[in-house]
């Protein structure tokens, strides 16, 4: 029975609520609080229905075919539920979303080892107030060009 699938989803709770920011458990209390009555509710049904007695309301009923009648109409009534079109979809966009989320970690992974190289190199250098103007034109030669070419224009002002 398709409805019995509901009462067996098992949720943790204290997990879902640590991951949601604090304005926000509230109405997850409120989800979970539904969702206890619907499961305690849906509990009281049992999961098989019980097959009818036909032969206890053949001898209780005396109205003649009456019984017979009911018992062919229920017994034609099919019920359909219907297909299920969208779990491939959603295992085959589920596939490709962890291709791309791996993509992008092995991107990130590089950019970190990028950043903390830069970083040690940052870290590696001579602290700015210990640094001359000397040291700074020997390590960028081109900016001595620059200033050079401004005093000899008179733009150093």
Do not use: C
């Not at 991951?19 to 509710?41: H, M, V």
């Not at 109409?73 to 791996?102: C, G, H, Q, W």
């Not at 040690?120 to 103007?133: G, I």
Request: no cysteine; proline share 5%; net charge negative.
């Amino acid at each position: 029975m398709a409805g019995r699938q509901v009462g067996k989803k098992v949720f943790d709770w204290a997990a879902l609520s640590a991951r949601l920011p604090l304005s926000s458990r509230g109405e997850l209390a409120a989800l979970r609080t539904q969702y206890t009555a619907l499961r305690t509710n849906l509990e009281k049904y049992p999961e098989e229905v019980k097959p009818i007695d036909w032969n206890h309301y053949k001898t209780v009923i005396k109205s003649p075919g009456l019984v017979d009648e009911m018992q062919k109409a229920y017994e034609s009534i099919k019920i359909e539920y219907p297909p299920d079109n969208f779990s491939k979809l959603i295992s085959e966009n589920e596939k490709e979303t962890k291709t791309k989320v791996e993509g992008l970690l092995k991107d990130i992974e590089s950019q970190i080892a990028g950043l903390k190289a830069q970083l040690a190199a940052v870290q590696a250098e001579k602290p700015v107030e210990d640094t001359t103007v000397a040291e700074v034109l020997r390590e960028k030669p081109e900016w001595s060009k620059e200033i050079d070419q401004e005093i000899k224009e008179n733009k150093w002002m």
